[in-house]
């Protein structure tokens, strides 16, 4: 009996049920199932409900905002956005966890909005007390759970029959996003990317505003460890006075003498010297922690001296920094009360008053340096524009290509082709970015380097819809293009733009060919919404791509420790954009995924009749080793990796070393199968083997699917390599035949060559089949 209350116990921990009007939303351990069954009269009745309350939230809204701002009015300015920074961005790298940190970062910057819309205000109310922090942090949940709701409830109408579009999911996504996400890639990765894209303009940066790009990273990591020294030093001074009071205290009890430095102490050290030596430490304790944020302004703030004699670099570069990317008090329009997804500090992020200095969001400083450089060299001259713009796509093609040898280095890729079509006898010459063989996987790939304008970014309609068209339409059709003309061709050529030569593509041993969209932009949390039942028009053509921005290409080439692994992830992300089904919040929570569970649903009963299935984040494990190979975390991390034993991984490496054949392929094969079949796979092998052993006769053993057209492996073990080889190919393609498997994979281990895996064979439709 205990047993059945315990199992029931487990079950309502791995299955979380909320029930509404016509949905349901389950959560099955790290799923998050979304289903919607409602009859048209409850759709109804819910629009009409969300219509009216859209229309009401804007008052709603700034009534509350008004509130704030009159809690806002009581504090010195500096000193209150100082503190709310402080309370929603210090982490502790050894403990973070983004699901359970209950910081927004996004808060801070509201408040220095609303303080921005006045002049500056010196405050009545001193110092800054918890409650008062508390108060405001409330205020901010209402005020951006209301926005939330508006920006969801945005498109409800009662007379409306159809289900939202795929625009106005996108739309929803990505002001969601702007709002309430920040950081899109990790730091490092980040300013390696502006390194290499403005370091061949370092003398016009420097001759236009006096700073290069390594200055302005410099500059980026000198505010915020300058804040931390601040914090640090007052923390210890802290320390260091209120020991000095202690032995006060002690000395009082036995003299009754307090030195005249101390007399404004009087009354506390009165108090202290009736408690126990235990208490007294308790309470100076207290008092440190509460003294070191006292005026947390002036220690969140600097002056263009301070920042230069900490940085290293020149004053003039200093202020030339600091008032590019400042606002001042009073630029912020007085109505501004809702919160919005793009505002100025995304383009301007710190705050001037007089000679001092304060960065309300330290996430935003990163990410406003490459608009701010753009928008100067677009300034300059239309060639110095256009030698960028260049530069930036070269950069975009040639970093991704090095990233994907880097996992697969026996991988050819050729950079810049043009090949010629024939349409109505009028010869045409096209453009392909990349092309990628990789044994029997052939990889054409298209990079767009553009961004999204801020119109794009609030989720205006045609702006977005253009932008995805430039960025992954266009290059999605590119690819496509030239798919088609490897199809068509029984010898399709490439002509190398860099010095004419050619080169002729064998497609006879292609297997699989995959298209990749690179982009500069990180679209991460969009590529989940962009699939084959999208009516987007953005896709042209059957064959998705995968789209994936240089960021995280840079987590993903991290990551993978098997070179056959990266087009594996590339088929089953494809498989994902065409079924339609999981959404995540980020590209990196679909490679997590791939990493824990292999990216692989069967669409079980129970999955298939959900609406979607959302998945929970699956990037902890990517921050924890990034902080600690970066040095903000010291406890050591493990390098996150996909689970398998041993023997399997063992396998996979013979394998993916042989000279083989299709060696990609199988290897593809074997990662297509879950632990338990993996286990019983090598389970099989093990009890083949020892069959030979017994008897010195060749054995074999079989296992076969039906997912994706049906698939089969034969493993086969023997003494003489002629007779197996023969033996084993003919078995599988009588297997194959058998069962009607669209894939087919022999392995072969001779006592002979030696142990190990020696001999494949991978019977699978050639390209175009």
Same mark, same amino acid.
């Given at each position: 009996m205990k047993k059945n209350k315990k199992k029931s116990k487990e079950s309502l921990v791995d299955r979380e049920v909320i029930k509404g009007l016509g949905f349901r939303i389950e959560r099955r351990g790290r799923f998050i199932l979304f289903e919607s069954k409602r009859t048209p009269k409850e759709q109804r009745k819910l629009s009409s409900w969300l219509a009216k309350t859209h229309k009401r939230l804007p008052e709603i809204i700034k009534r509350k905002a008004q509130k704030l701002e009159k809690k806002l009015s009581q504090f010195n300015s500096f000193d209150i956005i100082a503190n709310i920074s402080f309370i929603n961005y210090i982490i502790d790298p050894e403990t973070y966890k983004e699901y359970l940190h209950e910081g927004r970062f996004y808060y801070p910057e509201y408040i220095a909005l609303l303080c921005l819309k006045r002049s500056f205000n010196q405050g009545t109310k001193f110092p800054i007390e918890g409650p008062d922090i508390e108060s405001i942090q409330k205020d901010l949940k209402e005020i951006f759970s209301d926005t939330q709701f508006y920006?969801?409830?945005?498109? @409800?109408?009662?007379?409306?029959?159809?289900?939202?579009?795929?625009? &106005?999911?996108?739309?929803?996504?990505?002001?969601?996003?702007? +709002?309430?996400?920040?950081?899109? @890639?990790?730091? !490092? %990765?980040? !300013?390696? /990317?502006?390194?290499?894209?403005?370091?061949p303009f370092e003398d016009i940066l420097l001759k236009k505003v006096g700073f290069t790009i390594n200055d302005a990273i410099q500059l980026s990591q000198a505010i915020n460890k300058l804040l931390f020294e601040k914090l640090y030093e007052r923390r210890d001074h802290a320390k260091a006075e209120y020991k000095r009071l202690f032995d006060i205290v002690k000395d009082y009890r036995r003299t009754q003498i307090i030195p005249d430095n101390f007399d404004t102490h009087k009354v506390l050290i009165k108090k202290l010297a009736h408690l126990s030596d235990k208490e007294i430490k308790s309470k100076l304790k207290n008092l440190s922690i509460a003294w070191t944020f006292v005026g947390l302004g002036d220690t969140y703030s600097y002056s263009a001296k301070e920042l230069a004699d900490y940085s290293g670099i020149d004053k003039h570069g200093v202020k030339s920094f600091l008032e590019l990317f400042s606002l001042s008090f009073g630029d912020i329009e007085s109505d501004f009360y809702t919160p919005v997804p793009v505002h100025p500090l995304k383009q301007r992020p710190l705050i001037k008053h007089k000679d001092r200095y304060l960065c309300p969001s330290p996430a935003l400083l990163d990410w406003a340096i490459k608009p701010a450089f753009e928008k100067i060299l677009k300034n300059t001259a239309s060639n110095i524009w256009n030698r960028y713009i260049k530069h930036r796509h070269g950069y975009l093609l040639t970093k991704s290509v090095n990233l994907m040898k880097s996992i697969m280095p026996d991988a050819i890729f050729e950079l810049n082709l043009e090949y010629k079509i024939k349409e109505i006898d009028i010869s045409q010459t096209n453009e392909l970015d990349a092309l990628g063989k990789f044994d029997c996987i052939l990889f054409l790939i298209e990079g767009k380097a553009g961004g999204f304008t801020p119109p794009a970014r609030r989720g205006a309609p045609d702006r977005l819809k253009? %932008? +995805?068209?430039?960025?992954?339409?266009? @290059? %999605?059709?590119?690819?496509? $293009?030239?798919?088609?003309?490897?199809?068509?061709?029984?010898?399709?050529?490439?002509? $190398?733009?860099?010095?004419?030569?050619?080169?002729?593509?064998?497609?006879?041993?292609?297997?699989? /060919?995959? +298209?990749?969209?690179?982009?500069? &932009?990180?679209?991460?949390?969009?590529?989940?919404?962009? %699939? @084959?039942?999208s009516e987007l028009g953005v896709f042209s053509g059957e064959d998705l791509p995968w789209i994936i921005s240089l960021y995280d290409l840079m987590v993903i080439t991290d990551f993978i420790e098997h070179p056959s692994m990266f087009p594996h992830y590339v088929k089953r992300r494809i498989q994902t954009a065409e079924e339609g089904l999981i959404v995540a919040h980020d590209e990196l929570d679909?490679?997590?995924?791939?990493?824990? &569970?292999? +990216?692989y649903l069967k669409s079980p009963k129970d999955v298939a009749s959900a609406f979607n299935i959302s998945l929970a984040t699956y990037t902890t494990d990517f921050d924890d080793y990034y902080f600690y190979i970066t040095g903000w975390r010291k406890t050591p991390v493990p390098k996150p990796c996909q689970k398998m034993s041993k023997e399997f991984e063992q396998i996979l490496f013979t394998i993916e070393k042989s000279n083989e054949k299709d060696r990609i392929g199988v290897a593809m094969q074997l990662l297509d199968l879950g632990e338990k079949t993996r286990n019983q796979l090598l389970n099989n092998i093990k009890i083949t083997q020892k069959k030979y052993k017994q008897d010195g006769k060749i054995h074999d053993v079989t296992?076969?699917?039906k997912e994706e057209g049906g698939w089969g492996i034969t493993y086969m073990c023997g003494s003489k390599v002629g007779l197996v080889r023969s033996k084993l190919q003919t078995y599988c393609e009588i297997k194959k035949s058998q069962v009607k498997a669209r894939r087919w994979v022999g392995l072969g281990e001779m006592e002979d060559e030696g142990p190990g895996i020696n001999i494949i064979f991978y019977l699978d439709p050639p390209l175009g089949s």
């Open positions: 920006l969801i409830s945005s498109g @409800a109408d009662p007379n409306r029959k159809e289900p939202p579009t795929s625009l &106005e999911l996108l739309q929803f996504t990505i002001r969601g996003n702007e +709002l309430l996400v920040r950081s899109p @890639a990790y730091t !490092h %990765h980040l !300013h390696e /990317v502006l390194k290499s894209l403005f370091n253009k %932008h +995805l068209k430039d960025l992954v339409g266009n @290059a %999605h059709y590119q690819a496509l $293009r030239a798919k088609s003309y490897i199809d068509s061709t029984k010898k399709p050529r490439f002509r $190398r733009q860099s010095d004419g030569s050619t080169f002729k593509l064998n497609k006879d041993d292609i297997k699989d /060919v995959f +298209l990749i969209s690179l982009s500069l &932009e990180p679209l991460g949390n969009l590529t989940g919404l962009m %699939h @084959a039942k679909m490679f997590g995924y791939y990493l824990k &569970e292999g +990216l296992l076969y699917g």
